[in-house]
């Protein structure tokens, strides 16, 4: 930090911490959409194309499907509280798929896998690494995505940004929200969780959905804001400060 001549953050959560500690001035650099769909891409009708193309189609009608994005980590994701969420749901009575769609390691998955059958889920896996094709096309599939972190220092969520740009509802932790700074059907979820806290909020979520048409309208009013031209010109703007 004390090498460069200028500090430049994506995370505005982290931005009072990082210069508190180098005593740098820290510039923040509102963090740019990566994996925006096409401007004449039909979100919803693409939706049921994605389910059928994944196997959705297969569960019993009324399934929830949950998606959490990247790799599956316990420590710093908490994807165990992601499981064991899903577990309070079946146990509520509701029908409840997880899809984690990212690696982890092979002990990891087995683990995984004999907790969700004991937590009497309809479905669950650990998709492995997949490809930018079927990693869209679970953005369309899930329900809800579920993305959690202990802390926002640990760098912001590109997987949080993709739910956003294509128009997936979500809970996520509230740091990864105030860097993401995403629409409002993504809903903030406190750092600090238990099961019970993220399947009360995706109870919520579920059976208080926004109208599709807003949730179309703050989806393309977020692209526009975290636009890569927006950045570019940011960055620019930056630099020029510098120069």
């Not at 998606?67 to 992601?82: E, M, P, Q």
């Not at 982890?104 to 930018?132: C, H, I, N, P």
């Not at 640990?154 to 509802?169: K, Q």
Request: charged residues 25%.
């Amino acid at each position: 930090a004390h090498r460069a001549n200028s500090l430049v953050l994506h995370s505005p959560s982290a931005a009072p911490r990082i210069e508190r500690e180098t005593r740098c001035s820290v510039r923040v650099l509102p963090f740019v959409n990566y994996r925006a769909p096409s401007s004449d891409f039909d979100i919803e009708n693409r939706r049921q194309q994605a389910r059928t193309a994944l196997g959705l189609d297969r569960y019993p009608e009324g399934t929830i499907h949950l998606g959490s994005f990247g790799y599956v980590d316990t420590r710093t994701k908490l994807a165990d509280i992601v499981l064991e969420a899903a577990a309070w749901l079946s146990q509520w009575g509701h029908s409840v798929a997880l899809h984690f769609v990212g690696s982890a390691s092979l002990g990891q998955a087995e683990e995984f896998k004999m907790r969700a059958k004991t937590g009497d889920l309809a479905g669950f896996q650990v998709t492995g690494y997949v490809s930018e094709e079927e990693f869209r096309q679970w953005l369309l599939a899930v329900e809800l995505g579920v993305q959690l972190r202990i802390s926002p220092l640990l760098g912001v969520s590109g997987p949080l940004s993709d739910l956003a740009a294509y128009g997936t509802p979500a809970v996520a932790s509230r740091g990864l929200c105030a860097d993401v700074d995403p629409p409002a059907f993504i809903k903030p979820l406190p750092d600090a969780v238990s099961p019970v806290m993220v399947a009360e909020a995706i109870e919520e979520a579920l059976s208080k959905p926004m109208p599709l048409e807003d949730r179309e309208r703050l989806r393309l009013e977020y692209l526009d804001r975290k636009s890569p031209d927006r950045y570019a010109r940011a960055l620019l703007d930056l630099l020029k400060v510098q120069l």
